[in-house]
């Protein structure tokens, strides 16, 4: 387990980096463009991109991941096959959301025409990290995906520094121009440094893997459609009911509480390659022992959480005053969602079926717009919204757990329970290198 929380700390380390610059963006955003403001930017460099994403994505994120992890040594061909999927699958998806603005089918009400440009430009490149990020941690190389991470983040911080101080008017169209723009050099930066670190220049992938990668993929994809659009129907709900100053406080909340998943995120990034890779005893001793860290940093982060909660007004402003009550909501449901990863990962990794997830994510949409559409009538549209959210996130847990307990060779419920010295151990050894080498640097 020390090598798996050494890349934990190292994935965790690069997302706080990166975390630290989406916070200062989302600060910038937030105060300098108003709820009104934040809302138009949301809907457009996320919930939009995300929708589309989502549809691109045909399950081969997943895929690369697991094939990367199997088979290394067709990194080449699988590079090649990103690259191709991403270009075909963003042309389509982009071509189809202009077609969708320009023949008003639904989608003109919500998003200026510009805009949905914007998303169409930018979608195979998005698609494109996507696809990498799955590539390099199949392959387990956790530092490559924390720093890319950092450096899409940190350019992205940059260029709103820079439309603040150099753009007058500051109109939100610029700022999310600047996404786009960003999403396109980066992509570029990062399919270079794939091709070069590990040799894994692009080759014709060849129909038989694009098959073989496709037959795993489809599961998948059914999985992810239904579990981005989960992620996205509270967003949906938030607009379509309170507006878009709504959805900017709620996304708010959200978005921090969000944050929750950022270690738990980390120790299953780290954990993937051995989970899928390792013999079935030593995967579901890996898979326990995360369950069980997994539950711990949800308790530690949402104390910090509700401590740290009064801030938010303080630093995004008074009109984000009304965010405080669902992200406090928000974090201790949000923090399950990452012991279900390591579950997932355990099905979709090391069985190679990812037919459970797909159904989990599934089930669990229709979860989500039912608790949505009968809280919000009992507690307002902010409220209720985010404990629709809270209850999807229980069930997630409780369908992933249902299924994973009811294989005969998975562990009964209180190993996942039963805290080991083991848990801890090797995290204790990492802190303290850590410490001994930040000592031995000042003396």
């Known amino acids: 387990m020390a090598g798996v929380a050494n890349k934990s700390a190292l994935e965790a380390g690069g997302q706080l980096a990166a975390v630290g610059f989406s916070l200062v963006s989302g600060i910038l955003v937030s105060r300098l463009l108003g709820a009104d403001g934040r809302g138009a930017y949301v809907l457009t460099t996320v919930i939009a991109t995300t929708f589309f994403v989502a549809l691109g994505d045909l399950g081969l994120s997943a895929a690369f991941r697991v094939f990367a992890a199997r088979e290394p040594e067709l990194m080449g061909r699988l590079h090649g096959a990103a690259i191709a999927v991403a270009v075909a699958a963003g042309a389509v998806g982009g071509l189809g959301a202009v077609l969708a603005r320009r023949y008003a089918l639904g989608v003109g009400e919500w998003m200026d025409a510009r805009l949905l440009i914007g998303v169409a430009l930018g979608l195979p490149f998005l698609l494109y990290q996507s696809f990498w990020r799955g590539l390099v941690t199949g392959l387990g190389a956790i530092r490559e995906k924390a720093a890319a991470d950092v450096a899409f983040a940190a350019i992205q911080c940059s260029g709103i520094f820079l439309v603040a101080f150099a753009v007058p008017g500051r109109p939100v169209a610029v700022f999310i121009g600047v996404y786009f723009l960003v999403a396109a050099v980066v992509g570029l930066a990062m399919g270079g440094r794939l091709a070069v670190r590990f040799d894994a220049r692009p080759l014709a992938p060849g129909l038989g893997l694009l098959r073989r990668l496709f037959a795993y993929g489809k599961w998948v994809y059914a999985g992810d459609v239904g579990a981005r659009l989960r992620l996205q129907v509270d967003q949906v709900f938030a607009q379509a009911l309170g507006g878009e100053a709504v959805l900017g406080r709620y996304n708010q909340g959200a978005s921090l509480a969000g944050r929750s998943l950022l270690f738990p995120t980390a120790l299953v990034t780290a954990s993937y390659q051995s989970i899928v890779a390792s013999p079935r005893p030593e995967a579901l001793r890996l898979v326990a022992s995360a369950f069980r860290q997994c539950l711990l940093m949800g308790v530690v982060l949402t104390a910090l959480g509700w401590v740290a909660a009064p801030l938010i007004p303080l630093i995004y402003g008074a009109d984000f005053a009304a965010s405080v009550a669902p992200f406090r909501l928000l974090v201790p449901a949000i923090a399950l969602l990452g012991a279900s990863q390591v579950?997932?990962?355990?099905?979709?990794?090391?069985?190679?079926?990812?037919?459970?997830?797909?159904?989990?994510?599934?089930?669990?949409?229709?979860?989500?717009?039912?608790?949505?559409?009968?809280?919000?009538?009992?507690?307002?549209?902010?409220?209720?919204?985010?404990?629709?959210?809270?209850?999807?996130?229980?069930?997630?847990?409780?369908?992933?757990?249902?299924?994973?307990?009811?294989?005969?060779?998975?562990?009964?419920?209180?190993?996942?329970?039963?805290?080991?010295?083991?848990?801890?151990?090797?995290?204790?050894?990492?802190?303290?290198?850590?410490?001994?080498?930040?000592?031995?640097?000042?003396?």
């Open 343 to 443: 579950l997932a990962a355990y099905f979709s990794g090391h069985l190679a079926d990812p037919r459970v997830p797909a159904a989990v994510n599934w089930m669990t949409l229709g979860v989500e717009a039912a608790a949505c559409l009968v809280c919000v009538p009992l507690a307002g549209v902010l409220m209720g919204v985010a404990l629709g959210t809270a209850i999807t996130c229980a069930a997630t847990l409780g369908f992933f757990l249902w299924a994973f307990l009811r294989r005969p060779e998975t562990p009964g419920v209180s190993t996942l329970l039963r805290f080991e010295r083991g848990d801890v151990l090797a995290w204790m050894r990492l802190v303290a290198g850590v410490r001994s080498a930040v000592t031995s640097r000042k003396g």
